[in-house]
């Protein structure tokens, strides 16, 4: 009886059971968690669906830097930069000049300048305004060079004929290396007087912008030719000399000093500097570099013959050898008599 109870009391919690979770629409969609405890089936892994490389790629994609157009060409080219200052000093208004604003007449002189300078200084493949952008955060090309010039306009007291306008015109500039401000040219110029018809605003901004104009292009080879001779002597030249019957260390001293001091003495372009490079019984070296054209500097360092070294001994440069040579007079002469013509 017992048995038949208990039996029956089974059933009836199975069936409340089996109901309650049918009535529970949110449990039956529940599925079970993997235990933490359970092994990753790295096969099961690799058979997965593969996930779609183009939404990856979209998804990790950098999105790209755009590169102001002039900054790359300075990033690319030899720049030519050109700061132009225009002033107006005490009594004189911008529209004594034609304009209503400065930057009209800048803007005017300075695209006239850019054909000028491409003419005149063409190794320069862009020419840019210094004040547009902000050059200074950019890397910047060795050779890159900027021209600061600089205009004052001054209004005179009032022209004896009326209509017409006494404007005096101060200008200078100065060329220089971007990179270490090394000055290559500079000019003042000697002030100008103009009398001008104020009558048509446009012919007056014309007129003003062709005299700032002329100022430059009476300079332009002059600009030019200091832009050469810099490309000339400003790469630097290192040449390793050797040196023959050296008996200590205070002869190679000696000669190394006398070799730096050779420009000097010749009053030459060049500039040399020496060092020593090795120092033994067989093989004593000197490493010297020069900035300046190798015949400007063979030109000077072949004045170094038959001359007087110390203590009755002499030295000589041979360029073939690449080799300074110390001897005395009296074992230069015998060598010499024992070769055979």
Known sequence: MYYHKNKICLIIFFFINISSYAQSPSTAELKP?????QEVNFGEIQNAPATNENEVTES????????????????DHETFYIDL???LLQGTVVEDLGVK????????????????????????????NFNDLDFKSVEQN??????????SFKKLPKASIVGKMNLQISASYVLQKLSNKKILSTF????????????????????????????????????????KNEDQYSSQTIMEVSVKNVKSLVDLTRLNGFVGNL????????????????????????LISYTCLDTEFFEVIKQVKDTPFDNGRLVQFLPDQKTFEIFTQALHNDSKENVTP
């Open 33 to 37: 968690s993997m235990p933490i405890s």
């Open 60 to 75: 990790s994609k950098v999105e790209e830097v755009s590169i102001d157009p002039r900054i790359q060409k300075v990033l």
């Open 85 to 87: 200052d225009l002033n």
């Open 101 to 128: 604003e400065l930057q009209t007449l800048e803007n005017s002189i300075f695209e006239a300048w850019k054909k000028l300078i491409t003419k005149e200084i063409p190794q320069f493949k862009n020419l840019e």
């Open 142 to 151: 060795p050779k890159n060079v900027l021209l600061l010039f600089k205009v």
């Open 188 to 227: 003042d110029y000697p002030q100008i007087e103009r009398n001008l018809d104020l009558s048509n605003s446009k012919e007056l901004s014309s007129n003003v912008a062709s005299l700032i104009y002329n100022l430059l292009n009476a300079k332009s080879q002059e600009l030019a030719a200091s832009l």
């Open 263 to 286: 420009a000097k003495l010749h009053q030459a372009k060049c500039k040399i500097d020496t060092k020593i490079k090795n120092f033994s019984v067989n093989s004593p070296q000197l």
